[in-house]
């Protein structure tokens, strides 16, 4: 077996207290079955797929459920757990820390204890917050202190504000969907051209987002001060990752469309079966239309880039 040498930014943990209280609110993500997770066996996953590191996050439907005081508890905890996994596994996990969102003060609060105290990675937001996207002004505070920080932050969908078609679980078709809408949402309400230094990273490839961008500059019509160019401009500011979406008939659009660099390995563990995430890891090995050092850069050298305070600027991680 080769070193293991891919950075997973799409992988996710469920640590026990956080799982009792989703259970104990009866929360799913959106109607997926909630897998079962330890740090050991993700370990011996990502042995067994060559990843080097994760950076872990919380998925949908986030850690608030309702109560401001609960639910800052409940991130607390999140983060801190994760930040002693990552201290006990340096060169294995890091993470992305859970803000409690809509809960605007305890998000700020939380994001500065968790990026200056406990060494997050950058921090994870859900695409919607009860039905508000992230390009709404309340949430406009966070962001301010995000982009003064230089922060990493990433986007993970949960379940839109809409019905639940019938044996369509929202991460089967509506999650694309999400994180699609928040992206656009927040590029037309000025949250990309404002803040530049801070880069966020879109889950899945950014759903349908590389697709259907040129569509989306349509958008200057109806949002004064923006024009088509500086929308599309804007859209290209994301980054992306694999997750469920290294295939022949996603990657050519997603290669079309991100910048240089843009493109990051997910695996989007342990809701993605590893079964199916073996699969997906063989055809982006596999995939022919790459450009020369274009797999290395999505493999591990575009998040090596982008995740300075763990790599640094000169630091290698391990060869193929």
């Given amino acids: 077996m080769s070193a293991p040498y891919r950075i997973d930014v799409h ?20 109607g997926w079955p909630t897998p079962s997770w330890d740090a050991e066996s993700a370990l011996a996953m ?28 409940i991130t607390r905890g999140v983060n801190e757990f994760s930040a002693e996994l990552a201290k006990d596994h340096p060169d294995r996990f890091g993470f992305f820390a859970s803000v409690p969102l809509p809960d ?45 920080r230089a922060a990493v932050v990433f986007v993970h969908p949960t379940a839109p504000p809409l019905p639940m078609l019938e044996g369509m679980p929202s991460p089967l078709l509506d999650f694309p969907f999400d994180t699609t809408r928040t ?55 994301f980054y992306f990752d694999t997750a469920l979406s290294s295939t022949p008939a996603a990657l050519p659009s997603l290669l079309a469309f991100a910048a240089p660099g843009h493109i ?19 055809l982006l ?3 022919d239309g790459f450009e020369p050092g274009q797999l290395d850069a999505i493999t591990y050298g575009s998040a090596k880039e982008l995740l300075k305070n763990r790599y640094g600027s000169g630091d290698e991680v391990a060869a193929r």
């Fill in 46 to 73: 990502m042995d067994r797929r060559s990843i080097a590191t994760g950076i872990l996050s919380i998925s949908s439907p986030g850690t608030h459920f309702g109560d401001d005081t609960e639910s800052r508890a």
């Fill in 11 to 30: 992988q996710h943990l469920l640590p026990p207290a956080y799982r009792k209280s989703m259970d104990r609110h009866e929360m799913t993500a959106g």
């Fill in 104 to 148: 605007v003060d305890g998000a700020l609060a939380e994001a500065a204890y968790a990026l200056d105290e406990l060494h997050a990675d950058g921090v994870v937001l859900m695409s919607n917050i009860d039905g508000r996207y992230l390009g709404d002004k309340e949430f406009q505070p966070l962001w301010a202190e995000l982009d003064a």
């Fill in 183 to 237: 992206a656009v949402h927040m590029t037309l309400n000025g949250v990309m051209s404002r803040h530049t230094r801070m880069k966020v990273i879109l889950s899945h490839a950014g759903g349908f987002l590389p697709y259907a961008a040129w569509r989306f500059t349509a958008g200057a019509q109806f949002n004064p001060g923006t024009t088509p160019l500086g929308i599309l401009t804007d859209l290209r500011r």
């Fill in 285 to 287: 090995d596999g995939y």
């Fill in 264 to 282: 990051l390995c997910g695996s989007d563990f342990p809701f993605a079966p590893e079964e199916s995430g073996g699969l997906l890891d063989s």
